[in-house]
């Protein structure tokens, strides 16, 4: 099987991959510094929550946007596993073509997206994925990646209400059963989750339009994408392993490199 590892900003996202399904996954924070030998015992902590041993991990693929743990994750896989990972970036081959105006500023855990999205659906995507920040990435039918919209994720919107302010609480990011609010506590969510629907439904109607794309066909993902995809007709299918699936196709597409 493969391990999949999707290093963002604030959760490393890891997946076991058997051919093309996703037999397990586990969440651990970024932000906390970690040696090699701490990595290890959280791989080992995956594999054993999902009933995986180290042999069957054949081989490893990284899409990370946070550099300054690489140098420790990656020893941690040799160490585990003894195996170099496969590291999504410059001069791999991904079947999609970027034609952003600086291909180089696009962080590999939005390549990974756009290729599962354009292998998978196989029509012109805009893929929202719901990580620390909100990225709106518009992949065509011919596989041709040039429009991004990137907007405050929604827990550091909920974050900067709450820390900008002396006495509003930090709340639970969930949605209220009325947007009318009757304490403090509903008020916030109410005024953050609505909010952000509002923001996303006007996101993807302007972005479809202004591509005359209204077929465009819309996938969420990221841990907090499901709050989100589940209040609007605008986001037609949640997929919370498409970065799992991108790493594996081009695992398959590079692995002889």
Known sequence: MLLT???GNTNIALGMVDEGKVAGSFRLTTKTPRTSDEYVICLNAFLAAENFSREDVDDVIISSVVPKIMY???????????????I?????????EIKTENPKEVGADRIVDCVAAHYFYKRACIIVDFGTATTFDYVSEEGVFQYT?????????ANALTSST????????????????????????????YGYIGLVE?????????LNDPDAYVIAT????RVIANETEEIDI????????????????????
């Open 149 to 157: 919209v990137i907007a405050p994720g929604l827990q550091i919107s």
């Open 5 to 7: 590892i999707d290093v």
């Open 88 to 96: 999504v970036g410059p001069g791999i081959r991904t079947g999609v």
């Open 202 to 210: 006007y996101i993807i109607k302007t972005m479809k339009k202004e």
């Open 222 to 225: 990221g841990g907090l994408g």
């Open 238 to 257: 949640y997929d919370p392993d498409i970065a799992y699936k991108g790493m594996s196709i081009l695992y398959e597409k590079n692995k002889t490199k």
């Open 166 to 193: 002396a006495k509003l609480p930090e709340v639970e990011i969930r949605k209220p059963e009325s947007i009318l609010g009757r304490n403090t506590i509903s008020g916030i969510q109410s005024g953050v989750v």
């Open 72 to 86: 420790s994750l990656t020893s941690a896989i040799r160490k585990c596993f003894g195996k170099e990972p496969l």
